[in-house]
């Protein structure tokens, strides 16, 4: 058996850190506990790892790369930015919701274990910076595909406006989508909920895709008087 890389074993590591966060909470995990379960000796980790924040932030950095890397080939050939977008919308829905399986992993956290890590995160600045970094960089890349969708320069304010507003919904309904989708399945064995038909379940992909596409389509007539 071929050793492993030591990009392998960073991410080893930071998916046996995934584990016990998920299991205990991040505040309960410590540095000893994730030695123990990657199978090495405290200073072994600390030649990777020598603390929580640093995992936490290569584990996001990991997972921003793991999504760059699964989705830049999606749009390589697409030159419509109305495409761009439903592909967009589509493959993080597919990511929040278990579909990949190389995100898979890192989406099955508790509700309780979410909030903690974000409370965890926004304590801890050099985190925060990471994935605000992130956000801005997500969030001009946004701005400037529906710049191209309605025709318009992406430093006018009112088309600013639009792309926060698409961002800000989107990701509101995939967090609150994927909370309520857990609790549904924890519930899945009350047969009166199987066929509640007002189930967030319920909607497709497609139809997400629409509901927002329609909002920048609003939006622009609204703001831009047209």
Known sequence: MCARSSEEKKEMIITNFLDLVKQHG????TLNDVAERSGLTKSALYYYFDSKETLLVEGFE??????KDR???LIKDIDEP?????IYIDFHLKV??????????MMQMTTEVFYEIQRYIFNTPEIAKKILEFRDNELNWINNVIASYINESPEDERTKKISLLFASFFHSYVN????????LNNLSGYSILTDFPWRIDNIKNEDVCKYLIGGINDLYKLLFNK
């Open 62 to 67: 990991l997972f921003s790369t793991k999504l």
């Open 71 to 73: 989705f830049i080939p």
């Open 96 to 105: 929040h919701s278990g579909e990949y399986e190389d995100f898979r992993h």
């Open 26 to 29: 991040i505040n309960r995990v």
């Open 176 to 183: 609150v989508s994927c909370r309520m989708t857990e609790h």
């Open 82 to 86: 109305l495409d761009i977008l439903m």
